[in-house]
């Protein structure tokens, strides 16, 4: 709003923003496009200005709106929570803000070298030019945020198709044709599932988020240990992260095939309708 309070009573005018085609913003930021140039203002490690330095505490919010420097003419401008995503005149697009749920689409950072793609997403200062194989040859038209999720529209190269792409929890860009990596194999309805034998508590939880990883996001196999040590005597509060980051049931345990058995299809079972079901049961029952 272009204070330091908690609201501003009165509407009132910002001159600095005379002549926009689209104002918005998230939770602590705003942006505005005028005239091909994007406006933000608000909490500054969100505006896409970089630090300038400074860290935590020390990043001063920006009062006024500040024109970005850096990008080419944009001609879409859209906020999600705490990021903003913004489509050049050429069809590129550009993401800055936080990035902790892979809203940015920044791993890998570049879809040519993906030696990155199975480390944490981090937050973007500054504006960060989206690089998808998924997106090459494509216009964007549009690309819009929720809270921890990105959609873009584009368009297909030729003009004959209109696709839509989204960056989600943990949705990193792997090439189709690429060789699967090491651990991947295994899906249902292949080769007869592998017996295994588990006598330690880290042993059970490894072997549920494995199950996981293996369908869902094969690429951050092999940082289990890793995760598993982070959260040593707390696994099960790491694996409700995880499968809730995938939209999974945390009450089922998915290193039993039969656990996946209405996960795969079309149309997902929801325990939280469930759950209201059963209560409504026991109302009637009373």
Request: proline share 6%; with cysteine; charged share 30%.
């Amino acid at each position: 709003l272009g204070y330091v309070c908690a609201c501003v009573p009165a509407m009132t005018v910002v001159l600095a923003l005379r002549g926009a085609s689209w104002i918005g913003g998230g939770a602590r930021m705003s942006a505005a496009l005028i005239g091909g140039r994007v406006f933000t203002w608000g909490k500054a490690d969100e505006c896409g200005r970089g630090s300038g330095g400074a860290t935590g505490a020390d990043i001063l919010p920006l009062l006024e709106p500040t024109a970005l420097i850096g990008l080419p003419p944009i001609r879409s401008l859209r906020c999600g929570m705490c990021h903003s995503l913004a489509c050049s005149e050429a069809g590129d697009v550009f993401t800055w803000g936080c990035g902790v749920s892979h809203q940015l689409g920044n791993r890998p950072r570049s879809c040519e070298d993906p030696s990155d793609a199975s480390q944490e997403p981090a937050d973007e200062l500054e504006p960060y030019l989206l690089s998808s194989r998924r997106l090459a040859g494509r216009y964007a038209l549009l690309a819009d945020g929720g809270a921890q999720h990105s959609v873009e529209l584009v368009w297909a190269e030729g003009g004959d198709e209109v696709v839509e792409e989204a960056q989600d929890d943990g949705a990193e860009d792997v090439d189709p044709g690429a060789e699967a990596p090491p651990g991947s194999e295994g899906e249902a309805g292949e080769d007869a599932p592998e017996v295994l034998v588990i006598d330690t508590s880290e042993g059970f939880w490894r072997a549920q988020l494995d199950a996981i990883y293996r369908r869902r996001n094969p690429y951050k196999l092999e940082r289990v240990p890793e995760l598993l040590e982070k959260y040593r005597g707390r696994e099960a509060v790491l694996y409700v992260k995880v499968c809730r980051t995938y939209h999974l049931d945390p009450q089922r345990f998915y290193a039993d095939p039969t656990a996946w058995a209405d996960e795969e299809g079309d149309v997902r079972r929801d325990p939280h309708a469930e759950d209201e079901a059963e209560g409504d049961e026991v109302e009637s029952q009373r």
